[in-house]
């Protein structure tokens, strides 16, 4: 079973940055895609940015590119998303999320098998 725990959110103020992680443990990850999605109060569920495992690969969502990078450290299992110029709209929920393999929906958070808790992420204006 994965298991996938995210750290690193907090308060921060509109123009800061900060990096969130997400530790995996539970298996072998060869062909996993791990992403971040994010929910703000009463909207839906949105795509950040995907990774893959093996080759590295990067897919974010547009109107993130720039600001946001993911990365990942095979031999930490853990993903990374370091977030610059952070804007009050910003705040959200961030979440983990991972599948065995590549899906040209990585946008959509129903095709991804497992995910974390979340970490809560406010920006301040």
């Known amino acids: 079973q994965v298991l996938l725990v995210e750290s690193g959110g907090g308060l921060v103020q509109a123009g800061g940055s900060l990096r969130l992680s997400c530790a995996a443990s539970?298996?072998?990850?060869?062909?996993?895609?791990l992403g971040w999605f994010r929910q703000a109060p009463g909207k839906e569920r949105a795509f950040v940015a995907a990774?893959?495992?093996?080759?590295?690969?990067?897919y974010y969502a547009d109107s993130l590119k720039g600001r946001f990078t993911i990365s990942r450290d095979r031999a930490k299992n853990t993903v990374y998303l370091q977030m610059n110029s952070l804007k009050p709209e910003d705040t959200a929920i961030y979440y983990c999320?991972?599948?065995?393999?590549?899906?040209?929906?990585?946008?959509?958070?129903?095709?991804?098998?497992?995910w974390g808790q979340g970490t809560q992420l406010t920006v301040s204006s």
């Open positions: 990774i893959t495992w093996s080759s590295g690969n990067t």
């Open positions: 539970g298996r072998t990850f060869n062909n996993d895609v």
């Open positions: 999320a991972g599948r065995r393999a590549y899906s040209s929906q990585l946008y959509s958070p129903g095709v991804y098998d497992y």
